[in-house]
Nanobody
Framework: QVQVLESGGGLVQPGGSLNLSCAAS????????VAWYRQAPGQERELVAD???????KYGESVKGRFTISRDSAKNTVLLRMNNLKPEDTAVYYC?????????WGQGTQVIVSS
């Protein structure tokens, strides 16, 4: 069974940086995409960024130029580097792995951007 686990959330001041990590376990075969979503209180979950097995990437409009997603296949890990954080980036961030055998979500990690 494929599982994902997020780490790296926390409290950061506006303009600061934070790195989130998504570690996958289990057997993953074929094509896959790893995505970061976020959900702020009272709002719908939205796509932040995703990366495919072939390293094609996609970003939400609100994070373009500030966030970078990358993949370490040797460690089965996807990293989300978040720079120039803003209060509106405050949310629970979720990792999602979509693969040929199914769809796995993590439990989420809280990011708070506040002075």
């Amino acid at each position: 069974q494929v599982q994902v686990l997020e780490s790296g959330g926390g409290l950061v001041q506006p303009g600061g940086s934070l790195n989130l990590s998504c570690a996958a376990s289990g057997t993953i075969s074929g094509f896959y995409v790893v995505a970061w979503y976020r959900q702020a209180p009272g709002q719908e979950r939205e796509l932040v960024a995703d990366i495919s097995k072939f390293d094609t990437t996609k970003y939400g409009e609100s994070v373009k130029g500030r966030f970078t997603i990358s993949r370490d296949s040797a460690k089965n890990t996807v990293l989300l580097r978040m720079n120039n954080l803003k209060p509106e980036d405050t949310a629970v961030y979720y990792c999602r792995l979509v693969h040929s055998g199914g769809d796995a979500w993590g439990q989420g990690t809280q990011v708070i951007v506040s002075s």
